[in-house]
């Protein structure tokens, strides 16, 4: 019986720490063109003036894992990924916020 073995590789950013684009893309394994394009649409926004200068807040990575997700597993434009996300994103605030009136409303007398 022959072994199969994965590898796994993890990078944990909180939201104080950057990531360099270089090493965001090989996180994630991206194209720097990708990345690009991911910026002239607004979806993350770097610190610095051009690509070889620019790093990223934590959040990013995970924000960019979730759209290569959904454009690889689903076959979708770049566009359509981006309002998934940002989709998908005002669904988890919003379910924070109703958690958080349904606690408040059961501490009410």
């Not at 994965?6 to 720490?17: N, Q, S």
């Not at 998908?88 to 009136?101: K, M, N, P, Q, S």
Request: net charge negative; charged share 30%.
């Amino acid at each position: 019986m022959s072994e199969k073995t994965t590898v796994v590789r993890a990078v944990v950013l909180d939201e104080d720490m950057t990531i360099g684009a270089g090493q965001l893309c090989e996180s994630l394994g991206l194209d720097l063109s990708e990345l690009v394009a991911c910026v002239q649409e607004g979806f993350v926004e770097p610190f610095g003036d051009s690509p070889d200068t620019w790093s990223f807040p934590g959040p990013a990575l995970k924000r960019l894992h979730t759209l290569l997700r959904l454009r690889r597993g689903l076959d979708i434009d770049l566009a359509g990924a981006v309002l998934a996300v940002e989709l998908l994103e005002d669904i988890t605030h919003l379910r924070e916020r109703v958690r958080a009136l349904e606690e408040l409303l059961r501490g009410a007398p």
